[in-house]
T-cell receptor, first 109, second 116 residues
Framework: GQNIDQPTEMTATEGAIVQINCTYQ??????LFWYQQHAGEAPTFLSY??LDGLEEKGRFSSFLSRSKGYSYLLLKELQMKDSASYLC??????????WGAGTKLIIKP | ETGVTQTPRHLVMGMTNKKSLKCEQH?????MYWYKQSAKKPLELMFV???????ENNSVPSRFSPECPNSSHLFLHLHTLQPEDSALYLC???????????????FGPGTRLTVL
């Protein structure tokens, strides 16, 4: 079966750095997405990785290792507005997205 | 209007009611999706339409009936639902290429459905 694993909840301090991990087992791989979802709102796209390595976009970076079936999202200089759920999703061989359950990130002052 | 819109934002219905959810995308995309989001569970893909043809139906009960009259509009018709169908229903759209490829999905704000 296909499976995406990520921690249920994480807590971090404003101004700090946090790393949210995602491991996956899917039938085929056509890229990995990270989305942010604030409570009561739509998920919004953060990043896409299809090749191994680190993609940096401002305060957010995403890393992929295809051989390990592993990705992480790195958030730097945390702000209170970063409190949200972060969803990891893998595009399988049929170009459909397989979603993780999301990681709820709580930022404390 | 920009992006993906959904109406209504909130819906309460009894098990014998018939209602419809509406989604409209203003992005010129050729694929649209219905997802179900329940608390602490992964997004569940329900239906996919590509170029107005249904290409995916993930064993969804027949009490959910999708309709895609054109590439910009998607409906989800609901009838005789069960309380366990209460969830957030999200619509999304993307640009689907002939060879698949990178097709970031853009989501609407969702309809919060409560079945009594």
């Amino acid at each position: 079966g296909q499976n995406i694993d990520q921690p249920t909840e994480m807590t971090a301090t404003e101004g700090a750095i946090v790393q949210i991990n995602c491991t996956y087992q899917t039938s085929g791989f056509n890229g990995l997405f990270w989305y942010q979802q604030h409570a009561g709102e739509a998920p919004t796209f953060l990043s896409y990785n299809v090749l191994d390595g680190l993609e940096e976009k401002g305060r957010f970076s995403s890393f992929l290792s295809r051989s390990k079936g592993y990705s992480y999202l790195l958030l730097k200089e945390l702000q209170m507005k970063d409190s949200a759920s972060y969803l990891c999703a893998v595009m399988d061989s049929n170009y459909q997205l397989i979603w993780g359950a999301g990681t709820k990130l709580i930022i404390k002052p | 209007e920009t992006g993906v819109t959904q109406t209504p934002r909130h819906l309460v219905m009894g098990m014998t009611n018939k209602k419809s959810l509406k989604c409209e995308q203003h992005l010129g995309h050729n694929a649209m999706y219905w997802y179900k989001q329940s608390a602490k569970k992964p997004l569940e893909l329900m239906f996919v339409y590509s170029l107005e043809e249904r290409v995916e139906n993930n064993s969804v009960p027949s009490r959910f009936s999708p309709e895609c009259p054109n590439s910009s509009h998607l409906f989800l018709h609901l009838h005789t639902l069960q309380p366990e169908d209460s969830a957030l229903y999200l619509c999304a759209s993307s640009q689907h290429g002939a060879s698949g490829g990178y097709n970031e999905q853009f989501f609407g704000p969702g309809t919060r459905l409560t079945v009594l």
